[in-house]
């Protein structure tokens, strides 16, 4: 019979591959069906979830995959750099065993990057991190970064990453290189603006407007001349008339053409 264990994995490399999007809902009768286990398993596995920050449960709808907050996202991401560039920092030397396993790493990803399985491809990027951490011998850590490595790819699935897959093997590349060559200070730089190029590819709102997303919003359509055009059309300004005096003058009264365009011409202008 399937564990709660291997439950709560596969929900994990579900949403690392990102299978699973934020919101998602995970109901324990399908669950159960899908894994052939009991209710009491699944709800423990879920239950293991939410302490880890992955899924939430809600008295009325039931269990989803989160959704992270702007807030969130930005923790998430700081959390990350403390713990990485931490595990590198302290690091003295790296052996030859934990290089060739890191080498190993890379070559699946490439290999996933030059096929079509994006699940694939996705899973192996983020856990390029949590392999980092096993080869440096921190099991605890390990854990911990796929947890929150978990938890921003659904952040690159919300807020619409435009992080590129090729730049980030690249980057791991040059890390792994750098480990390689003893230079655990470059890989520490190298890690901390991986890291940066990540969280700046998300879109999000600056901090410091809580309003931005209701002023993008709310702002003015950019209408096409087209468009304008036909609003003058219809919302035309009524002629003022005209004095006595003015018929009387000598110019000759325009046609009812050229009238038409300029008032058209004069509404327009005061658009623009």
Same mark, same amino acid.
């Given at each position: 019979?399937?564990?709660?264990? #291997?439950?709560?994995?596969?929900?994990?490399? *579900?949403?690392?591959?990102?299978?699973?999007?934020?919101?998602?809902?995970?109901?324990?009768?399908?669950?159960?069906?899908?894994?052939?286990? !009991? @209710?009491?398993?699944? @709800?423990?596995?879920?239950?293991?979830?939410?302490?880890?920050?992955?899924?939430?449960?809600?008295?009325?709808?039931?269990?989803?995959?989160?959704?992270? !907050?702007?807030?969130?996202?930005?923790?998430?991401?700081?959390?990350?750099?403390?713990?990485?560039?931490?595990?590198?920092?302290?690091?003295?030397?790296?052996?030859?065993? +934990?290089?060739?396993?890191?080498?190993?790493?890379?070559?699946?990803?490439?290999?996933?990057?030059?096929?079509?399985?994006?699940?694939?491809?996705?899973?192996?990027?983020?856990? /390029?991190?949590?392999?980092?951490?096993?080869?440096?011998?921190?099991?605890?850590?390990?854990?911990?970064?796929?947890? /929150?490595?978990?938890?921003?790819?659904?952040?690159?699935?919300?807020?619409?990453?435009?992080?590129?897959?090729?730049?980030?093997? #690249?980057?791991?590349?040059?890390?792994?290189?750098?480990?390689? +060559?003893?230079?655990?200070? @470059?890989?520490?730089?190298?890690?901390? #603006?991986?890291?940066?190029?990540?969280?700046?590819?998300?879109?999000?709102?600056?901090?410091?407007?809580?309003?931005?997303?209701?002023?993008?919003?709310? +702002?003015?359509? @950019?209408?096409?001349?087209? *468009?304008? *055009?036909?609003?003058?059309?219809?919302?035309?300004?009524?002629?003022?008339?005209?004095?006595?005096?003015? !018929?009387?003058? !000598?110019?000759?009264?325009?046609?009812?053409?050229?009238?038409?365009?300029?008032?058209?011409?004069?509404?327009?202008?005061?658009?623009?």
């Amino acid at each position: 019979m399937t564990t709660a264990t #291997e439950i709560s994995n596969r929900i994990i490399e *579900a949403v690392m591959a990102q299978k699973l999007a934020p919101g998602s809902r995970l109901g324990e009768q399908q669950l159960a069906m899908l894994f052939d286990c !009991s @209710r009491t398993i699944v @709800r423990e596995a879920l239950t293991r979830l939410s302490t880890r920050g992955i899924v939430t449960v809600s008295a009325r709808r039931g269990w989803y995959v989160i959704e992270p !907050s702007e807030d969130e996202a930005r923790e998430a991401f700081e959390a990350r750099r403390v713990i990485e560039l931490g595990l590198l920092h302290q690091l003295k030397t790296v052996d030859k065993a +934990a290089v060739r396993q890191l080498k190993s790493h890379l070559q699946r990803e490439k290999a996933a990057l030059a096929g079509s399985d994006v699940g694939v491809r996705s899973f192996l990027l983020g856990d /390029f991190h949590v392999c980092l951490a096993e080869c440096l011998g921190n099991s605890l850590l390990a854990d911990t970064l796929r947890d /929150f490595t978990a938890r921003t790819t659904l952040i690159a699935m919300l807020y619409q990453s435009s992080h590129d897959a090729a730049q980030s093997c #690249e980057d791991h590349v040059r890390i792994v290189e750098a480990l390689e +060559a003893g230079d655990i200070a @470059r890989a520490e730089v190298l890690m901390a #603006e991986h890291i940066g190029t990540v969280q700046s590819a998300l879109r999000l709102q600056a901090s410091s407007d809580p309003l931005a997303g209701l002023r993008d919003a709310l +702002a003015p359509v @950019r209408k096409s001349p087209a *468009a304008m *055009a036909v609003a003058g059309d219809t919302a035309k300004p009524s002629r003022p008339r005209k004095s006595r005096a003015a !018929s009387k003058s !000598s110019t000759p009264p325009a046609s009812d053409n050229d009238a038409a365009s300029a008032d058209t011409s004069t509404y327009l202008g005061a658009l623009l």
